[in-house]
């Protein structure tokens, strides 16, 4: 069941997410490609097409509570609520998916050591 404010708040804290990464894109370019990156991620990231599936995980992620047995759960319920989705909308929660993949290696290394 859907959570409308907490899923609000987390679309917002996405959209700041992605407006300061683009603000390092701006800056990365500006500077000539050097210097720190930016997550390439955000470029495609549209928080309005994120769910409380993405939700969840964000906050496993941002709890340090992230394991390969949530990120195993998260995949197969991505996989079925993308299936049969628009390629605009699957490109854009992909996004997402990557970019909570790469956030989350170091995490799951810990949980695993």
């Known amino acids: 069941m859907e959570r409308p404010a907490e899923l609000d708040n987390f679309k917002n804290e996405i ?23 930016y997550d390439p991620h955000a470029d495609l990231i549209r928080p ?13 992620l941002q709890n340090g509570s992230i394991t390969n047995e949530t990120m195993a759960d998260y995949n197969r319920k ?8 628009a390629p605009d909308v699957v490109q854009a929660r992909e996004e997402f998916k990557a970019m909570i993949i790469n956030k989350s290696i170091p995490i799951i290394v810990k949980h695993t050591q």
């Open 15 to 37: 959209r700041e997410w992605v407006s300061a990464e683009l603000e390092k894109k701006k800056e990365w370019e500006e500077r000539g490609e050097t210097g720190q990156a």
């Open 48 to 60: 309005e097409l994120l769910n409380e599936t993405d939700m969840e995980i964000w906050k496993k």
């Open 78 to 85: 991505f996989s079925e609520e993308t299936s049969g989705e």
